[in-house]
């Protein structure tokens, strides 16, 4: 149970810094950025560690770089403006 709520926190604080690294605003939910985020997360873990569940800095790099690219094509895909 605490993997779960661990894991919408930090991707939650993923997705919010990959929303800051991007220009201009995005016209998503917070659940949508949360989403993305924890997506993000995974998917910088999975690159950097493998298996492994330890921490890295260089894991939430790559996972903030996931994210902030989830966001990019999500506007793409539901087509809002993004200025």
Known sequence: MWTIIVTVV???IIGA??????P????????VTVILGVLGALI????????ST??????????VVAA???I?????????KQT
């Open 24 to 31: 201009g605003k995005q016209s998503i939910s917070t659940l």
């Open 17 to 22: 810094l990959a929303r800051l690294v991007l």
């Open 54 to 63: 330890e921490f890295s800095f260089l894991a939430v790099v790559v996972g």
């Open 68 to 70: 902030a690219v989830l």
């Open 44 to 51: 910088g873990s999975s690159v950097v560690n493998g298996t």
């Open 72 to 80: 990019v094509v999500y506007g793409m895909v539901v087509g809002r």
């Open 10 to 12: 930090i991707g939650a």
